[in-house]
Each structure stands twice: as structure tokens, then as C-alpha cells.
């Protein structure tokens, strides 16, 4: 057995077909890290805790790091990258940028991607629902209450706060 024997694979990225060879260890993650040039999407904890390397996966949000890219072969993935159609920003990266729903950025892709799966899964009712279902999501700078209302206000949902949010409104670090 040829302990560096490649296997060749085809992606739809962000919407055009590629095509890599790649080893069978080789991540998700990894492949759009360096060899699809697609930085976008953040290497955080490498174990599927912090949800930074989130992307989409014919729709539905994955962990990047926590799954091989052989087992993704033929499939659609969709990265922060293919997120805006052109000069025209998604929805959701508009109202990130309206609610001021990041600060150092880097959980954003993530979140972003996060937010999207979240929205095609057609779960959440309320902001209660945005927030549990988003809470795979870290935000090391404590944007939670700006990021839940980016999403709420895009997937139109209104509730009696007026758009208020508690102060503790992500997971609870210990």
C-alpha cells in the first residue's frame, strides 16, 4: 500500500468544477486552505469545536476540518468566498456589516456560512431558535447579540425586543 497514494476528486466550489488529486487524510479544509486558495474559510480549533471552518456542503453546514475531502467527491461546496453573487453581497454579509456583527473578523466566514446552512434548514422560528442553532459558532470578541440580529433581520423574524438582545447571549466559556 502506497502510503501517499492520491485520489483524484471533483468539487463544484463556490459554483465552477475543480478537480485535485488529493491523499486520503487530506481535509476538507486543507484542500480549500492550499489548494484551492480559498483563505476565507478559517482553521480555529482543528477539532470541530469552534465552527470558524464552517462551510456549506450541497446546502448544509459542515465542519471543513472534521471531514475528508475524498468523502466529498462530486458534491457542491459553498465557502464565504461564493457567498456574494458578484459585486452584490448576500443578504447576510449586508446586514453582518449593518449590525456591526464582527469585530476581529475571524470567526465571520464561519459564522457567515453558518447562518446560511441555518436559514436553508428552515428550523428557526425565533431569535431563541437563531441563537441555539447557531451556538456551534464561537465569537471570541463577544459579538453574539450583534450577530443573532444580523440573522434574525434577514430571515425577517420579529419578536418583542425590539431588537434588544441580553448581554449573554452566546455559550458560556468555562
Known sequence: MDLYQQYPILLHINGQERRFEVESWVTLLDLLRERAALTGTKKGCDHGQCGACTVLVDGRRINSCLTLAVMQDGRAVTTVEGLAQG???????????????????????GQLCSAAGLINEGQAKTRDDVRELMSGNLCRCGAYPQIAQAVVDVMGIRDDRDGKEPFTTGPVLA
Request: charged share 15%; hydrophobic share 30%; aromatic share 14%.
Open 87 to 109: 459585486e452584490q453581497l448576500h443578504p447576510l454579509q449586508q446586514a453582518f456589516i449593518e449590525r456591526d456583527a464582527f469585530q476581529c473578523g475571524y470567526c465571520t466566514p
